[in-house]
């Protein structure tokens, strides 16, 4: 079993900033990859952001040079901070991760950008 503890989540300002945190812990041997997915009401999950364990990173086109996804692989602990946000941002955020070929979920944290 796999078990996060999500924060950072909350009511932010359009223009404004985020920082959400994410720690696995568990029956964890060795994480191959971790990040974030979101879910708008009404819509699919879809990516933001990952990173490996390499500390290679991927991001999702409508985030690029906004949001920064970072790692302490010594805590698993993986971090997004997220700076000009916009409405469209507003969304419950969910942390992953990837061990052994299988994906583990967090439970979510919401984020809503609203003036």
């Known amino acids: 079993q796999v078990q996060f503890v999500e924060s950072g989540g909350g009511l932010v300002q359009p223009g404004g900033s985020l920082r959400l945190s994410c720690a696995a812990s568990g029956s964890i041997f060795s994480i191959a990859a971790m990040g974030w997915y979101r879910q708008a009401p009404g819509s699919q999950r879809d990516f933001v952001a990952r990173i490996f364990s390499s500390g290679t990173t991927n991001y999702a086109d409508s985030v690029k040079g906004r949001f920064t996804i970072s790692r302490d692989n010594a805590k698993n602990t993986v971090y997004l901070q997220m700076n000009s946000l916009k409405p469209e941002d507003t969304a419950v955020y969910y942390c992953?991760?990837?061990?052994?070929?299988?994906?583990?979920w967090g439970q979510g944290t919401q984020v809503t950008v609203s003036s």
């Open positions: 992953y991760a990837v061990l052994s070929g299988r994906s583990y």
